[in-house]
């Protein structure tokens, strides 16, 4: 490595030399004469034992931590002159220990309500909370939510202002929606996720490997600034997550665990079979003499269960922290679970003195799911599920029987009959995810104040699906099995250095890094039919009598993301903190003339209080004005290779009586195609008051994204294709940010702290039109209209556009004014001039008005309670002003749908005798409060062998309180389904038994 | 300070320097930078196939085939209670009322041209190849007929169109409309240019290709259809190419109708020019038993897959047929029957097909009276395609070909062109003519055409029972008059010619601001 290697290891040798030498001088010393503190640390607002505070001595490499009864033990040379007694959350104390003898202390530590010496992670690095100078919000075990947690970000779903995590469904294998801060594309992606300092290329599937109990604590990135060190990957924000360490003392082993009931926590009102006879009058010809709720014949109460044991400890050279998890969850509709098995593994070491420190973190999962039939991917429930099975449940008649009297299935007469539950029981549908990750990281400190390192990770991912169909007897349905496999293949590494300086009021810390990832996906399918042994499934694939070569597609990609930053922080006697990022990022996604893109960025921080003529205010405990600017580039949604010129296999043909595959160009190239850029910009406060008992945060921020990626239109001739990936798009979010803490109550034996947050959200296109080689590029057509109403005959019912001036998905629809005579629905009807000229029973583009369906804001509140040895916690969180298209309710409300189809009660009354149209009439107010979560826990204290013991009971989802009359308001708020609900796994509620053991 | 500075710009410098830490070009696996092909006949063959492979996107159900035949009375897809309520999209071709946003317009659109756009792209790629393949000026003959073929339907469908014959990478062009007697011109010049350097081989390796002949039917449809599109006749233009097919002694007419519409009809020796289908290999998109059959008519007929119950056509329609004229046997009408055993429902009692909404037995009644149906027997309201053999396998997609030209259409077009001008004998004559061993009357079982028939409505009703649901009954109505009429259910009579032509979609003019709409759309 040319010179700096050779920089690199003289420096090395030099420090060696010299820590050699000082261990030879320290050591006889060290051993010779000792002394032993010992001592209790206890909690301020309680006068209980703090377990786990941390002792440490300046200057030499010993520790300790407090046992659960905060006492602790530490020997020492009798040079110490003072200890450090520190905890999360605690400000820290020094305590002299000055003397020969050995020592008894006492430390009382202050609770710091504003936890302004919390350390926060930056992103190779960490801060303490008062340096910060973005939008930085750090989470902890303390502050998340309980109860049937699979999915760590389910613990601060509502807690954070402005990352909106939204789960449409209980769907057990469905993936939440992460949006921070709106999106950045057209479709929105969600946050880099970032854990234990490796970026984790796909967002869904490290979250869901990742087990709740061993999180330490979550950092998110807001701004521009604070996510400028991920910038290239980092345009929607980052969540910093930090898993467990280990402590130096003794093994501690803990145990996390729960056992749940979940049920669904509301069922739409559909006709029951006496309801449907009443109102088909004599369609007996389709009355099968069964009476059946098909809403209760798919669901079952499902209980989950998890467990996780975690053993960690180790010296001041070497800490460990090792777990392992299980997790199964059952779905509250038959046949469908999860299941999670995890380990984890965290190991690190100092040597040389302290100068070289090295973690290496291995992860390894494996998830275990049953999908719904034809539901082949965690995704798909996001945008409704596979083949609209619950629309289909809830359209079928109630006088269907589910079983013949013999317990087989009922199927009618003519076998034609498929019901729901044998749906659910006969069609195997399952996915395994196998997923593995190494990760090494070393740092060395060359000399006082440089640290240089660098780091490597490699994750595979591996997912095989499995479904299989069988031949339906005397039908026409014929046996299908498929198998799908897919694997990712992600390398990262990098190089880093850091340099921290102090020059009287001075600061300086200075970090550079160069990146480097590499992602290669491959994979293949299978799908064949025409299976006479059903028992095989699909696991001896080459008995299928018909197989076609477009249904064993396979693939492989390979894109290389390379990025250089540096980072700059000046603090000014704690005052005035500046911090600068530069960095310059490229990818093989664009061509060699675009590839690389420079992304600059500053913060400006001002902690007002220290300034002198704020000193004399009591009350205010803490004042930090913050400002920031900066640009961040994206390419997360682009497909590997779009600037390409690329030939290959296109559809087959019949050439001199043989089927034979013709090649050609397979998509239009864009050489021109270039990072797309976010330019955030973002005021902030963060202030503390009353002594501490108030502290709070509050974000404006206005981001522009230029130059936005997406697949437009491109006018044909003369180009060859009507899409191009291209640049083109400008969109503006800007919002107010609000989060607010207060310990309304503390004295020794209760405390009642409170917290709340509301964001608001303004999305906006604000152009979608650019231009390609001369040409327009629009969208038009289809590209346009973006989501669509579901069901039969609605197939290009368009609702909602991708307009200009309007947020993406913006609902695009005709007004609904009333029935005449005949039950015909009339419509408003408009001139070109929008303006009102009459109502008839039909309408055209011209008469459809734009509704924004997005939220007004989005907020959170928690209440937290200690009395004694009991704690307890109420978690609300709402949704206000968004609008919900009730497509569920739509398509099965009108009676004219009877009798081969069930329809709602409301159907009875509305007056729709025929297909209702997707009208304004059918777009609801889907605002909402939900009681999210309600937990009352104990601790058992001084039980023999066990340090510490909480049990606690937990429910969830307990209530919502809103105007929507379908199933929940709560639904899928990305994609070009968003705000339309249709074919939702039906949402649960849940209770739960938890214990938290510590040994 | 300075040692992290040195420490820093020189790590930073290195990396930079050093190649492979900023090599961001990736290695490309399931696709290729350079289409090193062209060097055999396979190779040349599988270069040239896209604009083949295309053509079955002309007649795709949902996107393309409406615009050919939902707007004229030969088919119609009404609103069945819950189903086939997709007002925007089927409605207004029935009744006239599409506008330039109407989805199936943007689909035909980009169909046409990017199969234009596709000739072009390989023609530059033909041309650049070298050494020059001995053949060079067949393989641009050929693909230059073909890109005629899709600017003909350019032409008989939105009529004032752009017309691009280059391939771009860059620069700055833009199209612009071209009136519609220049697109015919272009048509016929480029016919005309390249006919002679065309196959005339009839066998399998031309089989689904432009030869020459496929060429001359081409130029007799547009000259059978000149006063449309130029305002001028060219009727000798027309009798001249439809003799040069029924001169080459390559054709006949198949003795049993139906054998040009079996899954084997590749077979037929009537054949001019078909686009080949086989849902086994994965040439897709012909899906008319699927369209138009019922739900449960699969029971009938033994099919793995049901039908959509969308498609069919009216008894003022199904009218036109002599009872006793075989090519009535296009629709499947009345009660209809379970005929395979294996079928046969468990009690067995019975073999009558009952509809299984309803539980009313399944009887196809072609009288449509209202658009919206309603009612219990909603669901088995219009005549059913029954024209193309059903494949019983594919899940209601078909592996028979679509014919474009058969050499009936060269014979009916010829006798229109004698009829118009002036020889009413010479046009009975060529009618009622054997080609092989059947004329078009007699492999009906119809008596011979009458000189009473031989007028312009005669020919229509002539050209309904022989071409239906073939993709040309909006061609025939627009020249041979009745387009705009009246027509049960609830179309009213066109107000004026405008819908003759269909509007450049609003999605090209919106891309292209340089479109000119077509006259009567705004």
Not at chain 1, 342 to 356: C, D, H, I
Not at chain 2, 336 to 361: K, V
Request: net charge neutral; proline share 4%; hydrophobic share 35%.
């Amino acid at each position: 490595m040319g010179t700096s290697l050779i920089v690199f290891q003289k420096k090395y040798f030099k420090a060696l030399a010299l820590d050699a030498l000082l261990l030879l001088c320290l050591l006889p010393f060290a051993s010779a004469q000792n002394k032993t503190v010992t001592g209790k640390v206890t909690d301020s607002r309680d006068g209980l034992a703090l377990r786990g505070a941390s002792i440490t001595v300046k200057k030499f490499s010993t520790g300790t931590e407090t046992d659960s009864n905060g006492n602790f033990s530490l020997t020492m040379p009798l040079a110490v002159k003072t200890v450090m007694i520190s905890a999360t959350g605690f400000s820290s104390r020094e305590i002299s220990v000055a003397g020969n003898n050995n020592t008894n202390i006492q430390a009382v530590l202050n609770f710091s309500y504003a936890m302004l010496n919390e350390v926060v992670l930056v992103g190779y690095g960490v801060s303490q909370r008062k340096d910060i100078t973005g939008a930085i919000t750090h989470a902890v075990p303390k502050e998340f939510n309980s109860g049937v947690i699979t999915n760590p970000l389910q613990q601060i779903q509502g807690k954070i202002a402005g990352l909106v995590i939204t789960q449409p469904g209980g769907d057990p294998n469905s993936d939440i929606i992460v949006r921070l801060r709106g999106a950045t594309s057209i479709e929105g992606q969600p946050p880099l996720l970032v854990i234990d300092g490796v970026a984790i290329d796909d967002f869904y599937k490290s979250i869901t490997t990742l087990n709740p109990a061993d999180i330490e604590s979550f950092d998110i990135l807001k701004d521009a600034s604070a996510a400028a060190i991920y910038g290239s990957r980092g345009a929607n924000g980052v969540i910093l997550v930090a898993t467990k360490k280990g402590k130096p003392g003794k093994t501690a082993i803990d145990y996390n665990g729960f056992v749940a009931a979940e049920t669904i926590s509301k069922e739409i009102k559909v006709l029951d079979a006496a309801q449907w006879r009443k109102a088909t009058g004599d369609s007996s010809a389709l009355d099968k003499h069964g009476n059946t709720d098909w809403q209760k014949a798919i669901a079952q109460t499902g209980i989950s269960h998890s467990h996780t044991m975690g053993i960690s400890g180790g010296s001041n050279e070497m800490n460990y922290r090792g777990s392992i998890s299980y997790t199964k969850q059952q779905g509250v509709i038959i046949n469908t679970s999860k299941e999670v098995i995890t380990a984890r593994l965290n190991v690190n070491q100092k040597s040389l003195q302290n100068k070289l420190e090295i973690n290496y973190g291995i992860n390894a999962s494996v998830v275990n799911r049953a999908l719904l039939p034809y539901q082949s991917s965690t995704s798909q429930s996001r945008n409704g599920g596979g083949d609209l099975f619950f629309s289909h449940a809830l359209a079928t008649i109630p006088v269907v029987p589910i079983y013949n009297p013999d317990g087989s299935f009922y199927q009618g007469s003519d076998l034609s009959i498929q019901t729901p539950v044998y749906t659910l029981k006969q069609k195997y549908s399952s996915k395994r995810e196998n997923f593995f990750q190494g990760a090494v990281k070393a740092d060395y400190e060359l000399f006082k104040g440089l640290k240089a390192g660098a780091s490597g990770a490699l994750s595979r991912g591996n997912d095989v699906y499995d479904f299989f169909s069988a031949a339906v007897p005397g039908t026409n349905q014929t046996s299908v099995a498929a198998k799908a496999n897919d694997n990712k293949q992600d390398f990262s590494g990098d190089l880093h250095a850091n340099f921290h300086k102090k020059y009287g009021k001075h600061n300086i810390d200075i970090t550079g890094v160069y990146e480097y990832n590499k992602f290669i996906n491959d994979g293949f399918s299978v799908l064949a039919s025409g299976y006479l042994i059903p028992e095989l499934l699909n696991n001896n694939m080459g008995a299928a009598t018909q197989v076609l070569a477009s249904n064993i597609p396979s693939y492989k990609n390979e894109t290389r993301l390379i990025s250089f930053l540096g980072r700059a922080v000046y603090n000014y006697n704690d005052q005035y903190i500046i911090t600068a990022n530069i960095r310059r990022d490229g990818s093989s996604k664009f061509g060699p003339n675009h590839s690389w893109g420079n992304f600059p960025s500053v913060s400006v921080a001002w902690r007002v209080n220290e300034a002198f003529f704020f000193k004399n205010i009591a009350w205010l405990n803490n004042l930090k004005l913050r400002v920031s600017y900066g640009l961040t580039g994206n390419q997360e949604n682009l497909a590997p290779y779009p600037y390409q010129l690329l030939y290959g296999p296109l559809t087959p043909y019949l050439y001199n009586g043989q089927f034979l595959q013709s090649y050609g160009i397979v998509q239009q190239d864009n050489p021109d195609l270039k990072w797309e850029v976010r330019k955030s910009f973002n005021l902030g406060a963060d202030f503390s008051i009353f002594n501490d008992r108030v502290n709070g945060t509050i974000d404006i921020f206005n981001d522009r994204t230029n130059d936005m990626l997406y697949q437009y239109n491109l006018s044909q001739p003369p180009f060859l294709f009507n899409t191009v990936t291209a640049n083109a798009a400008n969109a503006i979010n800007g919002s107010v940010e609000v989060a607010i803490n207060a310990s309304v109550i503390r004295n020794k034996k209760f405390q009642w702290n409170v917290s709340f947050n509301l964001a608001t959200l303004k999305s906006r296109i604000t152009n979608l039109s650019g231009k390609f080689e001369g040409a327009v590029l629009a969208l038009t057509g289809d590209e346009q209209h973006y989501g669509y109403a579901q069901g039969s005959g609605y197939s290009g019912a368009y609702i909602s556009q991708l307009k200009a001036g309007y947020a993406a998905g913006v609902f695009w629809i005709p007004q609904y004014a009333g029935l005449d005579a005949s039950g015909h629905e009339l419509y408003k009807n408009y001139d070109l001039n929008g303006k009102l000229t009459g109502i008839s029973n039909s309408y055209t583009d011209q008469d459809r008005i734009f509704i924004d369906p997005s939220p007004h804001f989005t907020w959170g509140f928690t209440n937290t309670f200690t009395l004694g040895n009991f704690d307890g916690n109420i978690f609300f969180r709402g949704v206000q002003g968004q609008k919900i298209f009730a497509n569920t309710l739509m398509s099965m409300g009108a009676v004219g749908y009877l009798p081969g189809s069930n329809v709602t009660e409301k159907a009875l009354t509305s007056g729709f005798n025929y297909q209702p149209q997707p009208t304004d009439y059918w777009l609801k107010d889907g605002s909402y409060t939900r009681l999210e979560n309600l937990t009352v826990g104990y601790h058992f204290k001084k039980i023999r062998g066990i340090s510490n013991l909480r049990l606690y009971l937990s429910g969830s989802n307990l209530f919502v309180i809103t105007k929507y009359d379908g199933i929940d308001p709560e639904i899928s708020t990305d994609g070009t389904q968003r705000y339309i609900d249709n074919n939702y796994y039906p949402k649960t509620r849940g209770f739960v038994l938890g214990a938290n053991l510590v040994f | 300070m300075k040692r992290f500075i040195i420490f820093f710009v020189s790590g930073m410098f290195f990396l930079w320097s050093v190649n492979s830490c900023t090599k961001l070009r990736t290695n490309i696996y399931d696709r290729v930078p350079v289409l090193n092909f062209w060097r055999t006949t396979d190779e040349i063959a599988a270069g040239v196939a896209p604009v083949y492979a295309n053509l079955r996107n002309g007649i795709d159900m949902f996107q393309t085939y409406p615009l050919l035949e939902c707007s004229t009375d030969e088919v119609i897809v009404p609103v069945r209670g819950k189903d086939w309520d997709d007002r925007s999209m089927w409605e207004p071709l029935w009744k006239h009322t599409w506008t330039p946003a109407h989805s199936d317009l943007e689909f035909f659109w980009s169909y046409v041209y990017t199969g234009s756009s596709s000739v072009n792209a390989i023609l530059k790629a033909v041309n650049d190849i070298t050494p020059r393949p001995a053949n060079l000026f067949s393989i641009q003959a050929e693909l230059k007929t073909v890109r005629a073929y899709y600017y003909f339907q350019a032409l008989d469908l939105f009529g004032n169109v752009p017309v691009d014959t280059s391939y771009v990478l860059s620069g700055s062009k833009q199209d612009t409309t071209i009136e519609r007697p220049a697109v015919f011109a272009f048509v016929e010049k480029e016919i005309k240019n390249n006919i002679s350097l065309l196959s005339k081989e009839v066998n399998q390796k031309t089989y689904g290709r432009a030869t020459q002949w496929f060429a001359y039917a081409l130029l007799a449809k547009l000259y059978v259809n000149a006063k449309v599109y130029s305002g001028m006749t060219r009727w000798t233009d027309c009798i001249n190419a439809c003799d040069s097919v029924l001169l080459s002694g390559n054709y006949m007419l198949e003795p049993n109708f139906f054998d040009n519409f079996s899954i084997a009809n590749d077979k037929s020796r009537e054949n001019i020019f078909a686009i080949p289908f086989d849902h086994v290999a994965g040439l897709n998109g012909f899906w008319i038993q699927a369209a138009s059959l019922h739900y449960d008519s699969w029971k009938s007929f033994g099919l793995d897959g049901g039908g959509a119950n969308g498609f069919c056509s009216t008894k003022e329609y199904l009218d036109i047929f002599n009872q006793n004229d075989i090519r009535r046997n296009t629709f499947l009408v009345g009660q209809q029957y379970i005929n395979e055993n294996q079928y046969a429902n468990q009690s067995g009692s019975s073999d009558t097909l009952f509809d299984s909404d309803s539980n009313l037995p399944l009887f196809f009644d072609p009288e449509i009276n209202v658009f919206s149906l309603t009612g219990s027997k909603l669901d088995m309201k219009g005549a059913r395609c029954s024209k193309w053999e059903f494949n019983k396998t594919g899940g209601g997609l078909m592996s028979n070909d679509f014919a474009i030209f058969r050499l009936a259409d060269i014979i009916l077009m010829k006798a229109e062109a004698q009829l118009m001008s002036g020889d009413m004998n010479a046009a009975l004559v060529t009618l009622n003519k054997n080609y092989g061993s059947v004329s078009i009357r007699s492999r009906a079982h119809m008596p011979d055409f009458t000189s009473a028939e031989m007028n312009t409505d005669g020919l229509l009703a002539e050209r309904a029972r022989e071409f239906s649901w073939e993709g040309w009954r909006r061609n025939d109505m627009i020249r041979l008059g009745h387009f705009t009429d009246a027509r049960i259910p609830e179309k009213t009579k066109d107000p004026d010619d405008h819908f003759k032509l269909y509007p450049i979609p609003e999605a090209e003019i919106e891309k292209n601001p340089y479109l000119k709409q077509n006259p009567g759309y705004h």
